[in-house]
């Protein structure tokens, strides 16, 4: 229990770490809160000279000058609960905004393997749900226990001052509600980290049918995405309702135990009224303010649940951010010429080999079509290029450089890459092709590649042009549209490195035609590693690498493995053969 309490301590202060900023708008609403608290002794204390004068009071002028403080302390509390909430939800914002920032500066530069293993639902519920957890741990709770500790202790101060033995009863049952208190947030904090993940749950399911919108309609899929949307919610409805159930179980039985105290506190009261020690004003001033004491406490025992939600929130968050990114220990950012070479490499996505032993090289400028059959290696290969993937074993130079000498930022400015799933973004068509560092390029040179690359074909009807928004992931445009796209961003990057990996699989026949004489242009000069199944992509290689089972079982030009009659030949005469009559 002690570690758990000093881990948790732990993480609050490095929460609080990012409300330290702010410390200026923060200091504004504590203070509002503090002043706020400060006037709570107020009332009472105004009504005990009405009570003990038998309100003769209220014939003189002072009546006018009670109401009048009456209104001034309304007004006064007013605007300082105005000034404590605005800046405190200043921070609050500032705070989740900061925390998404982040979070979102370590997911970008996260290694590939880290997306393989979770669902970009679970990553989603950090951004949406988590944050706001934690906001109110970093704040909300910092409300409760400043501003409502503040009144306790203000109004104990005026109780003390009235009858301080009355007053000491109240504080002996102090250390039950503290045991209470103890239990209850254990419970409540494994059940706010089951609502996490079923929150994750939620945004998955729904990702995922959005995203297969066809897929469900197509098969069928409409009761069994329900029934698993109905899982996920009524999950998350369950563990709400065990967080709220802990917490609604906690605040009743500190109240019960207060209330013990304050019933033992007024008949005490209401004997020494009686045998004269205390006046009646007295008694209702003292009565008022230990009324007064029951909605802090209340709002006491109920911020535990906002403390417990949003310290297993920031576990959740700072189990991201803390997430170790891509090693990048590289010296070198020069321009490369481009020469590979693989030399005894060997590749593991956890206990499955992906790649065995791989030796390869590949000449600067030189063009390489990797065939095989699907998981053998192809895809994995072309990763390592670029670095998506540390090596399990092996080396793989550039230019006679061990791949890692080379920074991050300057490997992947020396290589354009089209994928085999084409990644677009809701924007523009020109701000799709002048991507990122792109952004740069004149635009004349941006239409130069859309026209090479045919996107201009259908770009010209559309009255915007290339400043046409494309929807999510361009669902606008058509796959082969899409295809293009990616094959004139890859254009304008101009990089001696070209990694195609199926960039012409959706194509139809003309278009590919007048694509494949642009990659023609630009793969002049570049060493291009291509993975392909298109018969006219294949021929055109300097060579031809076959891979099977993470090996590489041939090599050589598409004339000299056809006659070898070897694993090429026979893949030629079953799918290949196909797609060139089809071509």
Known sequence: MRQ?????????????????????????AIAAMVALAATEWMLPALLKPLI??????????????????????????????YIDMFALQ???????????????KTLVRLPASFFDSRSSGELISKFTFDVTQVAQAATRVIEVLIKDTAIITVLFGYLFYLNWQLT??????????????RRASQRMRQ???????????????TEESVRGHREVKVFDGYDYETQRFDRAINDARKFHMKVVGSSATIVPLIQLCVSFGIALMVVLA?????????????????????ALVLPPTKRLAGVNEFLQRGLAAADSIFALVDVTPEVDQGRHDVRLKGAIHFDHVSLRYGERTALDDINLVIGAGETVALVGRSGGGKTSMVNLVPRFYPLTSGRL???????????????????????????????????NIAYGALRAVPREEVERVAREAQVSAFTDGLPQGLDTLIGENGVRLSGGQRQRV?????????????????????????????????????????????????????????????????????????????????????LYSAGFEELSESA
């Open 191 to 205: 059940m706010s980290r089951r609502l996490q993940e079923s929150v994750g749950a939620i945004n998955q399911v």
């Open 486 to 570: 990616a094959i004139a961003r890859a254009l304008l990057k101009d990089a001696p490195i070209l990694i195609l990996d199926e960039a012409t699989a959706a194509l139809d026949n003309e278009a590919e035609r007048l694509v494949q004489e642009a990659l023609n242009t630009v793969r002049k000069g570049r060493t291009s590693l291509i993975v392909a199944h298109r018969l006219s992509t294949i021929e055109q290689a300097d060579r031809i690498v076959v891979l099977d089972g993470g090996r590489i079982i041939e090599s050589g030009t598409h004339r000299d493995l056809l006659a070898a009659g070897g694993a090429y030949a026979r």
């Open 52 to 81: 003990d004068k038998d309100f003769d009071i209220a014939n003189g002028r002072n009546a006018y000058v009670t109401g009048g403080l009456l209104v001034a302390l309304f007004a006064a509390r007013g605007l300082l609960n």
């Open 168 to 181: 000491a009863l109240l504080v002996l049952f102090a250390a039950p509600i503290a045991i209470i208190v």
């Open 270 to 290: 209401v004997r020494a009224a009686a045998d004269g020690s205390m006046t009646r004003g007295d008694f209702i001033a003292f009565v008022t303010a230990t």
């Open 397 to 431: 130079l550039i230019d006679g450089q061990p791949v890692e000498d080379y920074t991050l930022a300057g490997l992947r400015r020396n290589i354009a890459y089209v994928g085999q799933h084409i990644v677009l973004f809701n924007d523009t068509l020109y701000n």
């Open 4 to 28: 758990r309490t000093i881990a948790d301590r732990e993480i609050y202060h490095r929460l609080l770490g990012f409300v330290r900023p702010y410390w200026r708008q923060f200091a504004w």
């Open 90 to 104: 200043w921070v609050s914002q500032r705070t989740i905004a900061d925390l998404r920032m982040a979070m979102f």
